[in-house]
């Protein structure tokens, strides 16, 4: 079944649990969901607020609109 899932946040969340970070996915165009690839530096940096954004498996945006929520 397939899901759109709405992500916010357009960088990674950072998890300091050991001696080195981990970086989590918070914008879900990652290859390496759940951990954060840098998939967002190319997409994300362009993004214009108030605006939905669906993307296709390869990356590239698929549809924009106005977000309705």
């Given at each position: 079944?397939?899901?759109?899932?709405?992500?916010?946040?357009?960088?990674?969340?950072?998890?300091?649990p050991?001696?080195?970070?981990?970086?989590?996915?918070?914008?879900?165009?990652?290859?390496?969901f759940?951990?954060?690839?840098?998939?967002?530096?190319g997409?994300?940096?362009?993004?214009?607020?108030?605006?939905?954004?669906?993307?296709?498996?390869?990356?590239?945006?698929?549809?924009?609109?106005?977000?309705?929520g």
């Amino acid at each position: 079944m397939a899901r759109l899932v709405r992500h916010d946040l357009k960088g990674p969340v950072r998890i300091d649990p050991q001696d080195k970070p981990v970086f989590v996915c918070a914008c879900g165009l990652s290859k390496k969901f759940p951990f954060c690839d840098g998939s967002h530096k190319g997409h994300c940096a362009v993004e214009k607020d108030g605006r939905l954004y669906l993307y296709a498996p390869d990356g590239s945006v698929a549809e924009e609109r106005d977000d309705p929520g």
